[in-house]
């Protein structure tokens, strides 16, 4: 069976300071990757997705970058956080098609 | 471009009575829907989709939705509330984007089950 891995479960960072958020997926091949945020628990943001390696789409400007480096691992990155960059990050994957996209267990991340 | 409205932001319900999660859609071509709940602090979980079929669609822990094309709707429900049911729930409709299938969700409905 397909499980997705996020880490760290809870980060608390200083403003100004870098970011590697880690997301991988084991049991599967070739899957579409997505990067979400979720600010006060409430709306779902799409940051990035992948379709594969090296292809990275971005939704919204912004102070982060995404990368895939392996099939099966997309990584979520800042050079400078900001106070705003605060949030829930959620990872996920799913096969090509319409298919159910399943979510990893988040990331909490707070900038202080 | 698809889009989800979600009317309601908290809906409350007394245990053991049935409950409604209202969800609308919009998307050019046939819709793909999808119910995801999520507990305090963690990820989303899947709970029912919508591809083709029977409009009555049955998911996890005894939810269901109905998909009705007229009224471009897929509300969930139960029949009988459980407090293990208060959680927030999303819906979502699936498009193609630049080559990709993408999920839009709606901001979210907030369920307490009240015992």
């Known amino acids: 069976s397909q499980t997705i891995h996020q880490w760290p479960a809870t980060l608390v960072q200083p403003v100004g300071s870098p970011l590697s958020l880690e997301c991988t997926v084991e049991?599967?091949?070739?899957?579409?990757l997505y990067w979400y945020r979720q600010a006060a628990g409430r709306g779902l943001q799409l940051l990035f997705y992948?379709?594969?390696?090296?292809?990275i789409s971005s939704e919204v400007p912004q102070n982060l970058s995404a990368s895939r480096p392996q099939d099966r691992q997309f990584i979520l990155s800042s050079k400078k956080l900001l106070l705003s960059d605060s949030g829930f990050y959620l990872c996920?994957?799913?096969?090509?098609?319409?298919?159910?996209?399943?979510f990893g267990p988040g990331t909490r991340l707070l900038v202080l | 471009a698809q889009s989800v409205a979600q009317p309601e932001d908290q809906v409350n319900v007394a245990e053991g009575n049935p409950l409604t999660v209202k969800c609308t859609y919009s998307?050019?071509?046939?819709?793909?829907l999808f119910w995801y709940v999520q507990y305090p602090n963690r990820g989303l979980q899947f709970l029912l989709k919508?591809?083709?079929?029977?409009?009555l669609v049955k998911g996890s822990y005894g939810f269901e939705a109905e998909f009705n094309k007229s009224q471009t709707s897929f509300h969930l429900k139960k029949p009988s509330a459980l407090v293990s049911d208060s959680a927030l729930y999303f819906c979502?409709?699936?498009?193609?984007?630049?080559?990709?299938?993408?999920?839009?969700f709606g901001k979210g409905t907030k369920l307490s089950v009240i015992p």
């Open positions: 996920a994957w799913r096969k090509e098609g319409p298919v159910t996209q399943y």
């Open positions: 049991g599967t091949s070739n899957p579409n």
């Open positions: 992948s379709v594969g390696i090296g292809q």
């Open positions: 998307v050019s071509g046939n819709p793909y």
């Open positions: 919508y591809i083709t079929g029977d409009n």
């Open positions: 979502a409709v699936e498009g193609r984007r630049a080559g990709s299938y993408q999920l839009t």
